[in-house]
């Protein structure tokens, strides 16, 4: 996929995103706020989509526009970021005119008084194999460390003509990098299963909750295994190989198409928490956690939660409790630390 | 089969480690809760009620110390028999009476007839174990 394809294919997935996005949350919750279930079927609640809509779509309109236009990768970037800034501000905006309407979340929280299972899938077995792949491609290099050339690609700029000495940092270096990425999504397949609360203590909506996040356990899982194939062939390839993006690229690049592209219809299939096909759970309103707490309708903040990923407002899936240490960690291990790694490789 | 449900209020007076102890004794005489059933572990049951570790690993002490459970390490709790009722602590025994008489009174005063209040306190004492 060349940045002609990609660029556009990114705006449509985005676009369909923030379409869908007011649909997807749970039913007591409407632009991120905790709103009666009923509130979705009046004039106003009707209006703030509609209105919400029109500039998710006019904005992507604009920015397929410049993208046929404009020919550098950049331009079509900054289409891109743009479209997503548009209309996230615009769900913020929305998010304005439902606050008057909010509704103070059920004042009683109700657990089920039975162990769930907080397994995650496949076990650890499944944990460590991504950790096993990055490590055998590493032996690889290291047991052909005599016939790496003086110089070889560049791991950032590979394919364009820029070149690395042979060094420890440099041939070694992409391996830490790829095992910190690999640290991070662990840590998060596990927090989610047994870090994230879950909302109704029983019948089809528990039910519908936990296959929802079994579900999204295995998809991190197997995005770890794509992380973990992927870069640590073509790092083995740019010391001891060509150099050059192969067809495993290709197929590499095609199949992440195609697992996002699966993951987003599914997510817009199901709703937030796999709740969209199933009745409300008696009295629950909301997601059990405070509208005070998030900032903006995007940023969870609670100190007093144990939480460390809650049901984000915002689409499908999780976000980080910034009140949480383990989010910082977290954080640091995804951002921190490979910044850190490219820094010792330069 | 539903599961035994736990219920805190956010808007009670009642601590939050409170009210855990106190719906888990609930179950616990009314034999809900039979020896030998393994409570949740801390870290689900506070991620679930949206409290801190702190105050379910409390209220699990709390019962312990009655005798009602016996703690594990990692996984959570265990309902155990009580075979030697313990000697009353008459200082807490006054103190839940004066309780039971102020729940009595309030109750009175929502226009709840005296045989009713009885009535409900003999349903509330039956199921005990």
């Given amino acids: 996929m060349t940045p002609d394809t990609l660029h556009p294919f990114a705006l449509v997935l985005t676009a369909a995103m923030f379409w869908f996005t007011p649909t997807l949350s749970r039913p007591g919750v409407?632009?991120?706020?905790?709103?009666?279930?009923?509130?979705?079927?009046?004039?106003?609640a009707r209006a703030c989509v509609r209105h919400y809509r029109v500039v998710v779509f006019?904005?992507?309109?604009?920015?397929?526009?410049?993208?046929?236009?404009?020919?550098?990768?950049?331009?079509?970037?900054?289409?891109?970021?743009?479209?997503?800034?548009?209309?996230?501000?615009?769900?913020?905006?929305?998010?304005?005119?439902?606050?008057?309407h909010a509704q103070s979340p059920v004042g009683v929280r109700a657990a089920a008084l039975v162990e769930r299972d907080t397994r995650v899938p496949g076990g650890m077995l499944l944990l460590v194999g991504p950790f096993v792949i990055v490590g055998i491609a590493a032996l690889v290099v290291w047991a052909n460390w005599e016939v790496i050339p003086e110089r070889f690609p560049s791991m950032s700029r590979s394919g364009n003509g820029r070149m690395t000495p042979k060094s420890v940092n440099g041939v070694f270096g992409p391996f830490v990098f790829i095992g910190a990425?690999?640290?991070?999504?662990?840590?998060?397949?596990?927090?989610?299963?047994?870090?994230?609360?879950?909302?109704?203590?029983?019948?089809?909506?528990?039910?519908?909750?936990?296959?929802?996040?079994?579900?999204?356990a295995q998809q991190s899982l197997a995005a770890t295994y794509l992380m973990a194939a992927g870069p640590s062939w073509f790092a083995v390839q740019r010391v001891l190989g060509d150099g050059t993006p192969g067809l495993a690229r290709g197929v590499w690049i095609g199949v992440i198409v195609c697992a996002t592209l699966a993951v987003?219809?599914?997510?817009?299939?199901?709703g937030q928490g796999g709740q969209r096909a199933v009745p409300a759970a008696d009295g629950q309103a909301g997601d059990a956690t405070p509208d005070g707490a998030w900032k903006a309708g995007l940023i969870y903040f609670n100190p007093g939660d144990s939480a460390v990923f809650v049901e984000r407002?915002?689409?499908?899936?999780?976000?980080?409790?910034?009140?949480?240490?383990?989010?910082?960690?977290?954080?640091?291990?995804?951002?921190?630390?490979?910044?850190?790694v490219l820094r010792l490789m330069r | 089969m539903r599961p035994l449900l736990l219920e805190l209020r956010l808007d009670s007076p009642l601590a939050a480690y409170r009210q855990i102890a106190d719906g888990i004794r609930c179950h616990l005489v009314e034999g809900k809760l039979a020896p030998g059933t393994l409570l949740p572990p801390v870290r689900q049951l506070a991620l679930d009620l949206g409290v801190h570790?702190?105050?379910?690993?409390?209220a699990y002490r709390t019962l312990a110390d009655e005798g009602w459970l016996e703690l594990r390490r990692k996984r959570g709790a265990m309902v155990v028999e009580r075979t030697t009722p313990r000697k009353a602590d008459t200082r807490k025994v006054a103190a839940l009476t004066d309780r039971l008489r102020d729940i009595a009174a309030e109750l009175?005063?929502?226009?709840?007839?005296?045989?009713?209040?009885?009535?409900?306190?003999?349903r509330a004492a039956k199921p005990a174990r």
């Fill in chain 1, 181 to 216: 990425l690999l640290g991070a999504f662990t840590m998060q397949t596990v927090f989610l299963m047994n870090r994230t609360r879950t909302i109704a203590a029983s019948g089809p909506a528990f039910e519908a909750e936990a296959r929802f996040k079994r579900r999204t």
């Fill in chain 2, 108 to 122: 009175r005063s929502l226009g709840v007839s005296r045989t009713e209040v009885s009535r409900a306190l003999k």
């Fill in chain 1, 58 to 100: 006019l904005g992507a309109g604009v920015a397929f526009g410049v993208m046929i236009a404009a020919s550098s990768p950049r331009a079509k970037a900054l289409a891109l970021a743009a479209h997503t800034l548009a209309s996230t501000a615009m769900w913020v905006a929305t998010r304005h005119r439902v606050l008057p």
């Fill in chain 1, 30 to 44: 409407f632009f991120g706020v905790t709103v009666s279930p009923a509130f979705r079927e009046t004039d106003l």
């Fill in chain 1, 313 to 340: 407002r915002f689409g499908v899936g999780w976000t980080l409790n910034f009140g949480s240490p383990w989010a910082w960690v977290l954080l640091g291990l995804a951002l921190g630390f490979p910044m850190i």
């Fill in chain 2, 53 to 58: 570790f702190n105050t379910v690993a409390q």
């Fill in chain 1, 264 to 270: 987003t219809i599914w997510m817009i299939r199901v």
